[in-house]
């Protein structure tokens, strides 16, 4: 293990860990100006984070053990996976071989299963109905996620998501039309998967919550692990989508490359960010039914992506 | 050499004394249910020494082993029924035999015995024939296309040993034989499994879901070691099973019977373990057919033992009902639960995640390997199995919440539950003894033969690291639990909207969005509770009884008692049969 090998990887770590608060800080900033509000500052987030971290933990009377440690076991999942994939630095870092692609997937399915288990275990009425949602959706969800991921590694017959961004850098790759479709359903998957799809909400929170059901019964410090765990897990879905789907070119190398990267990163996410802010602010809001079509859509098209790539082979 | 033939020697007396102690077990059964239970305990321990003697077939024997020991130990604790104590100890003789088994005829003693013990003992619990008698026919099914395919064997050979064969018939018979006993859709009887398994006890229905079923996948293994390589078969079984992966998955999450809906995550685990058996049968590529061999012995071992667990965990629960039953909740049950149903949801880094992504890995790397139209096969299977796995997750969330999670604590109970539980990620390590491969990345941070790589003729695919999973997560967790600083914590009633009311959502209301959206699937019908029907299992009821009209029919028309009817029967019957002996 080189001294550039290491330097990169804390750079590509740490520059998950702190600046994936800023993403979700900037988008909800931008959103307040589109809707002809004032809206937070870009740094709510870690103020957020900051002031979570010194409140006290109120744990219901039926909770335990799943309850208080889940978050720390979710948001070491995440910090996991920003070792394994290509989320800042373009080339393979300490650790990135712990799971490929398709292991990346179960990584992340791993973390929603803790999630929904300590969410359970506050034996909330608004919670289980929340998580009763999340489930019906994990189905479709899960398979898609599977599917895009599979999609891009089809293309290059390998499972690597580090050769897969190299090889889709030719012009001839990226237009290929297998994977146009798979970017397309990666972003349909990633704006669920972030809780971005405008449900219904009919005047009262919970008719279209989803995803901040799970959080509900949290507070203080296991609450500021699943925000910033969720910040991440954005980050890193959002940033594999950037640079293995849709602008898989400008990373550099080397150790000072890699701290370049961040600003590459930055700029690449505001293009990210610019696209989420039309379509989150021109989408019709969905009734919570629909959003099983909406997710139908994304794993059909990954589905095209994956049967054009094996014809293709064929 | 000489010590080749002692280490035979030894099998052989070892075999002798195993099938003796699970006679005992049985003799014993008429004097006292523990000191039965307790030899078949002993008797199961020796099968899995005997079992690590064995060469190609030992995974298979070990894990039938840790599932007879893991189950007869709750009976021990357990159960005081003698008749009870008789019919399991005789189900377990009967699967040991099979397994045992030299010859075909072996092999069918050991089958039937199994069959008619389970039946007697499904019965005897449920003070109800319906259930015996839907697994008896169904059992009985399975059987008869058992003995067409042995005798087609035995056509070609001229002896009931098992022998190389040059047919594929046997095997296309056989295998059908052996799915139906897994519950398995070709004959569409997604429904027969769970009426049965659900309505044994706990250590019974451990021994069926996870034991018998894999008697039946050994069945099929056996009969493709015997029979040449056949591509539509591998095609059809991976159909077949990726269809089952994901219906039986949707029906165990909407099923609110607490071990039925365990049956049919069954029927999706044998779908996933059938799928892995056509894939090792479609596959022409040596490397990659290693891998889909690996992947399917890690299934084999994740669902065996995980299902084994979470069946146990209903004997510790009062009722049948995931939204009625009552129950107490202990440190014991809910990590050994939530370990077991982490495995069945497929996640890393239990053995259960492992088995998952090598069977993904498995069905597309198939899909570049096999390419054209053909690559396709594999491809909607891996997408089905992604479908499933989603469905399971919920289910198994919703399995564990209900028997666990919410309720109360209670004593603490279930150490058998937690010590599978802690076998899950420990097997995930193990599982690196059944890789065809092992690799390493000193480069970046992974020491030699750390990581399971995957790949085919054509190239590595791809590569997962249980242990370094298993050794990095609990490290960031305790550095994040440091960084984070002490925790003040209080406890206080969870927020209804003020209203005051403890969880009245129930098992039934969580999987009803499902039973809605997906009520064309589900023919779910509305009123005053919504109820969703099995599809499968309607259709074989329409087909029963269109059969019953028609031979209604057939018989008014042309079986009056008329003796000339009856001589017309009698020439075309000779007829046949002399077409059938001279061709």
Known sequence: ?????????????????????????????????????RGPSVLQPYYDLVKLSRKETLLPRNAGNIFLNGPYLVFSIYLLISFVIPVVYPRPVIFTPTVD???????????????????????????????????????????????????????????????????????????????????????????FETGRLPLESSGMSEMGMIDDSLVYEYSGKGLMLLKWGSYIKSYLLGSVFLNVFLLPWGLLTGPLGAILDLGVMFLKWMVLILVTLVVETSLAKFRLFKVQDFLAVALVLSLISLILTVIGNG | MVSDMYLQIDKFYLEIVTLLTMITALALSLWSARASHVVAAISSSLFILYGLYSGEFRVFYVVSGLVWLFSSTFSALHDRERWYSLTFSGTLLGIMITLLSQNYLEFLTGWELMT????????????????????????????????????????????????????????????????????????????????????????????????????????????MSLCPQTQALGGVLILIGAFSVLFGALYSYVS????????????????????????????????????????????????????????LVAGYVHGESMSTLSTQRSFS???????????????????????????????????????????????????????????????????TSFTSLVRPRGGERGRLVLLIGVLMPVLALLSYLLSPEMAGAASLGMFSNSLIPSGYSGGSFGGISPLYVLIILPILSLITYLASGRRRVRTVDPWDNGSGRRLTYTSFGMANNIRLMLRFVLRTRKGAVETSADVFWRAILQLVRGYVRFSRAFSRAYMNSSISWYMIYMILAFIVVILVVFL
């Open chain 1, 1 to 37: 293990m080189s001294w550039d090998v290491i330097s990169e990887t804390i750079t590509q770590v740490l520059g998950v860990l702190l600046l994936s608060p800023l993403y979700a800080g900037i988008l909800d900033r931008l959103k307040a100006v589109v809707e002809g509000r």
């Open chain 1, 101 to 191: 692609f398709l292991g990346g997937a179960l990584l992340f399915s791993l973390a929603g299963f803790i999630k929904v288990y300590e969410a359970m275990e506050s034996s909330s009425n608004l919670v289980t109905l929340g998580v009763s949602r999340a489930l019906s959706f994990s189905y479709l969800g899960e398979a898609t996620l599977l599917t895009v991921f599979i999609a891009v590694a089809l293309i290059t017959g390998t499972n690597n998501p580090y050769v897969t961004m190299q090889y889709v850098q030719s012009l001839g790759h990226y237009l290929f039309l297998p994977h146009v479709s798979a970017t397309v359903a990666f972003y349909m998957l990633w704006l």
């Open chain 2, 116 to 223: 008619l013990f389970a039946y007697a003992s499904i019965g005897v619990y449920r003070r109800e024939w319906r259930p015996g008698y839907t697994f008896l026919a169904f059992g009985e099914v399975s059987t008869v296309l058992l003995i067409a395919g042995f005798i087609l064997a035995y056509q070609e050979t001229g002896t009931f040993l098992f022998h190389t064969l040059t047919d594929t018939l046997p095997l296309w018979f056989t295998t059908f034989g052996f799915t139906v006993k897994m519950g398995i859709f070709p004959f569409l009887v997604v429904e027969w499994l769970p009426i049965a398994h659900g309505n044994a006890k706990p250590s019974l229905s451990s021994v069926l879901s996870a034991s018998m079923t894999l008697a039946g996948v050994y069945g099929i293994y056996k009969m």
């Open chain 2, 256 to 311: 609110d019977h607490m071990k039925g809906m365990l049956a049919f995550s069954t029927i999706e685990n044998n779908g996933a373990i059938l799928t892995a058996l056509g894939s090792l049968e479609l596959s022409a590529d040596p490397v990659l057919k290693a891998f889909a061999q690996f992947s399917l012995m890690v299934y084999v071992v994740a669902h065996s033992l995980a299902k084994t667990g979470l069946f």
């Open chain 2, 333 to 399: 049950l809910e990590i050994g639960t939530t370990l077991l149903t982490a495995s069945m949801s497929g996640l890393l880094p239990t053995v259960g995640g492992v088995a998952v992504w090598s069977l993904l890995e498995t069905l597309f790397m198939e899909s570049i390997s096999v390419g054209g139209i053909l690559g396709l096969i594999p491809l909607l299977a891996g997408v089905m199995v992604g479908m499933g796995e989603g469905f399971a997750t919920g289910a198994m969330a919703r399995f």
